[in-house]
T-cell receptor, first 113, second 119 residues
């Protein structure tokens, strides 16, 4: 299957600062890259996604960039707020018959008020 | 829309017993559902792909006889942990895609998860 790596594993930022989380993937057949936010004991929630034919996508304070050649994509959160504190997962979908999703190892983001 | 219901949310069982977890898509049809396992503070590890009307596809290293998957309808997939042992204790979470939402059918929606504790 696909191998998705994610960095950093933990990230602390001051409220109002930006946070950047980076992921790499191994299989060039992956064509869809969602980002999920998971609060403790809860289900992952989709926050933004990007397809392989797009280089960048933005939704208010959240943006994602994709470099297909280098096989890496990043999540950018600007003007961070305490409620942004959670674990963030990147994922890559393998474009095969099963369309499986493989997840990164997660980043625990803490926004310090 | 796109609600995935998972039950039970928490189960405690004795070693050697079997536990069934249900995953239902409430307002959409899902030909494919995915089962993940998550250890504390770790990532979601794909266990298997559940295919409606056919056999599940298991990831390497996942015992198919241990984790039985049935996807008998377009809205229900079940995961049965057979002869559970303490090492099977974990958070199990299912996910599904809407087969007809062509604009968004790539989006993965998650159930609320099941915390399994095997004594």
């Amino acid at each position: 299957g696909e191998n998705v790596e994610q960095h950093p594993s933990t990230l602390s930022v001051q409220e109002g600062d930006s946070a950047v989380i980076k992921c790499t993937y191994s299989d060039s057949a992956s064509n869809y890259f969602p980002w999920y936010k998971q609060e403790l004991g809860k289900r992952p929630q989709l926050i933004i996604d990007i397809r392989s034919n797009v280089g960048e996508k933005k939704d208010q304070r959240i943006a994602v960039t994709l470099n297909k050649t280098a096989k890496h994509f990043s999540l950018h959160i600007t003007e961070t707020q305490p409620e942004d504190s959670a674990v963030y997962f990147c994922a890559a979908r393998l474009a095969n018959t099963g369309n499986q999703f493989y997840f990164g190892t997660g980043t625990s983001l803490t926004v310090i008020p | 829309g796109a609600v995935v219901s998972q039950h039970p949310s928490w189960v405690i069982c004795k070693s050697g017993t079997s536990v069934k977890i249900e995953c239902r898509s409430l307002d959409f049809q899902a030909t494919t559902m995915f089962w993940y396992r998550q250890f504390p503070k770790q990532s979601l590890m794909l266990m298997a792909t559940s295919n409606e009307g056919s056999k599940a596809t298991y990831e390497q290293g996942v015992e198919k006889d241990k984790f039985l998957i049935n996807h008998a309808s377009l809205t229900l997939s079940t995961l049965t942990v057979t002869s559970a042992h303490p090492e099977d204790s974990s958070f199990y979470i299912c996910s599904a895609r809407d087969r007809w939402a062509f604009a968004t059918n790539e989006k993965l929606f998650f159930g609320s998860g099941t915390q399994l504790s095997v004594l």
